[in-house]
């Protein structure tokens, strides 16, 4: 999927400078899912750089990927939300130090850039929750300092900046969410709306001065579950320049496993309520 937003936007036309593999793929950029071997034991607490093995690494060169949103930081749990999204940053400093024959840490479009033409992946830092800003805006400039680029409000419940999409009362962004709305989008950081609200999904929309994303979803046009977006946060997405990735999820059909059919029809009503150029698909690991 293509990158369309704020910082980390890239110009089509770099993709057939890149050469090699690449040049016969767009620039591939997983705006949310990172990379791994699925076929590895999973390991409580580990982090997810734990699977990226020579397998992993193989089969995202042969897929054309340049660079993948990858979450780290704080999503839930009893920690801390702030010092764990720290550490998380640290430990993940240090992986990419230890391994820059295979990774960049992407703070801008360059090093999306530079990462496809040197056969590299670019590591891009998203959160899934906005947790650990707590209620002091200024911790937006830390993060991004820290090389945060792109960032979700909240997760599926209420936090201090509005409701997710489990939440049920449907409450909307908080004024502390406004304030934190206009510190990422001043800090050049990606807002990422996929867990939010309904009505946060909108008011966030609404206080945003540029383009913002729906990383992974489906439409509740075509499935209607709290997970997936109403027409009215897709099309808001598409009319500030933003995208919407549709995913390989279980949110696609109701009761029942998903088919390739069911992806077919949200990526089609997609389509329709936002035009192609703001759709995208996100096969989640």
Same mark, same amino acid.
């Given at each position: 999927m293509i990158a369309a937003?704020?910082?980390? %936007?890239?110009?089509?036309? @770099?993709?057939?400078?890149? *050469? #090699?593999?690449? %040049?016969?793929?767009?620039? @591939?950029?997983?705006?949310? *899912? #990172?990379?791994?071997?699925?076929?590895?034991?999973?390991?409580?607490?580990?982090?997810?750089?734990?699977?990226?093995?020579?397998?992993?690494?193989?089969?995202?060169?042969a897929s054309g990927l340049c660079a993948f949103n990858q979450t780290l930081g704080y999503v839930s749990g009893p920690a801390d939300p702030f010092e764990y999204s720290v550490a998380s940053i640290a430990r993940w400093d240090a992986y990419i130090r230890r391994n820059p024959r295979n990774f960049i840490k992407v703070l801008g479009a360059a090093d999306i850039v530079a990462a496809c033409r040197s056969k590299r992946f670019g590591v891009i830092y998203g959160f899934q929750n906005g947790t650990m800003f707590g209620a002091d805006p200024g911790r937006v400039a830390t993060f991004a300092r820290l090389g945060l680029r792109i960032t979700q409000l909240t997760y599926n419940v209420h936090n201090q900046l509005g409701d997710g999409s489990m939440a049920p009362g449907n409450g909307g962004m908080s004024e502390?969410?406004?304030?934190?709305?206009?510190?990422?989008?001043?800090?050049?950081?990606?807002?990422?709306?996929?867990?939010?609200?309904?009505?946060?999904?909108?008011?966030?929309?609404?206080?945003?001065?540029?383009?913002?994303?729906?990383?992974?979803?489906?439409?509740?046009?075509?499935?209607?579950?709290?997970?997936?977006?109403?027409?009215?946060e897709l099309r808001g997405i598409?009319?500030?320049?933003?995208?919407v990735g549709i995913y390989f999820m279980p949110f696609l059909a109701i009761g029942r496993q998903p088919t390739s059919q069911d992806l077919i029809a949200h990526i089609e009503h997609a389509i329709q309520v936002c035009g192609e150029d703001h759709v995208t698909i996100v096969p989640l690991r």
């Open positions: 937003a704020a910082s980390l %936007a890239v110009p089509q036309a @770099v993709s057939a400078e890149t *050469g #090699g593999a690449h %040049a016969r793929h767009p620039m @591939v950029i997983d705006t949310l *899912g #990172g990379l791994g071997n699925p076929n590895l034991p999973e390991t409580a607490g580990a982090e997810d750089f734990a699977s990226m093995d020579a397998r992993a690494i193989s089969d995202g060169h502390q969410g406004r304030a934190m709305v206009a510190e990422i989008q001043r800090n050049r950081v990606i807002l990422d709306l996929s867990h939010s609200g309904e009505q946060t999904c909108l008011d966030a929309i609404a206080a945003s001065n540029g383009p913002l994303v729906i990383s992974h979803t489906g439409c509740r046009a075509v499935a209607d579950l709290p997970r997936n977006k109403t027409d009215r598409a009319e500030k320049g933003g995208f």
